[in-house]
């Protein structure tokens, strides 16, 4: 069964650090794979998603993904923190023989210090 | 152009009752689904309509059920609401349902609703 985990309930950055989202599926065959983000009090909206065409994936708001098959890992990563990045983040997968289900982890909140 | 819409935003019930939540989906967007986010999880899956004919179920009970309606807007109801069914849920539109790279299910701002 496709699943997936997210490392870290809570992360907590500085203002202008390196932010490092950590995501690790489980499946049989390379999934799709997405992340998405919610702010407080609202809907998820999507960051990003991986395509076969391209290990590294670039999405909104400077955020980029890499997919790592030899490590079955697709971590969400920005070079710097801004404080409009606190949210929740989730990373979620396509499940193949139910349609459009999307599997998603438990989340991880991000909150950026000033 | 309007994004997927929910109503109501917040509803509040007691244990019994039965809820109806409304949604309606991206112009030109045939599939819904519909997710359900208890406090501190991730979105689970409860079901998916594409044209008006159910695609997929989660692993809910049959106290839960959906329908789709020729305008692709979509309804989903829960009977004999138990407190546990306290949750914000979510409303998902995409093109066609398939679960493809294509087809990217965009979320509305969901219906928060409170049984007590």
């Known amino acids: 069964a496709q699943s997936v985990t997210q490392l870290g309930s809570h992360v907590s950055v500085s203002e202008g650090a390196l932010v490092l989202l950590r995501c690790n599926y489980s499946?049989?065959?390379?999934?799709?794979l997405f992340w998405y983000v919610q702010y407080p009090n609202q809907g998820l909206q999507l960051l990003l998603k991986?395509?076969?065409?391209?290990?590294l994936v670039k999405g909104i708001n400077g955020f980029e993904a890499e997919f790592k098959k030899s490590e079955t890992s697709f971590h969400l990563t920005k070079p710097s923190a801004h404080m409009s990045d606190a949210a929740e983040y989730f990373c979620?997968?396509?499940?193949?023989?139910?349609?459009?289900?999307?599997?998603f982890g438990q989340g991880t909140e991000l909150s950026v210090k000033p | 152009d309007a994004g997927v819409t929910q109503s109501p935003t917040h509803l509040i019930k007691t244990r019994g009752q039965q809820v109806t939540l409304r949604c309606s989906p991206i112009?030109?967007?045939?599939?819904v689904s519909w997710y359900q986010q208890v406090l501190g999880q991730g979105p689970q899956f409860i079901f998916q309509?594409?044209?008006?004919?159910?695609?997929g179920r989660g692993n809910f009970p049959d106290r839960f059920s959906a329908r789709q309606f020729p305008n692709y807007s979509s309804e989903l109801n829960v009977n004999a609401l138990l407190l546990g069914d306290s949750a914000l849920y979510l409303c998902?539109?995409?093109?066609?349902?398939?679960?493809?790279?294509?087809?990217?299910?965009?979320f509305g701002p969901g219906t928060r609703l409170t049984v007590l």
């Open positions: 309509y594409y044209e008006k004919e159910e695609r």
């Open positions: 979620a997968v396509i499940r193949y023989n139910q349609g459009g289900k999307l599997i």
């Open positions: 991986y395509t076969s065409a391209a290990t």
């Open positions: 499946s049989s065959v390379p999934p799709y």
């Open positions: 998902a539109s995409s093109s066609s349902g398939a679960g493809s790279l294509t087809d990217t299910q965009y």
């Open positions: 112009s030109g967007h045939k599939s």
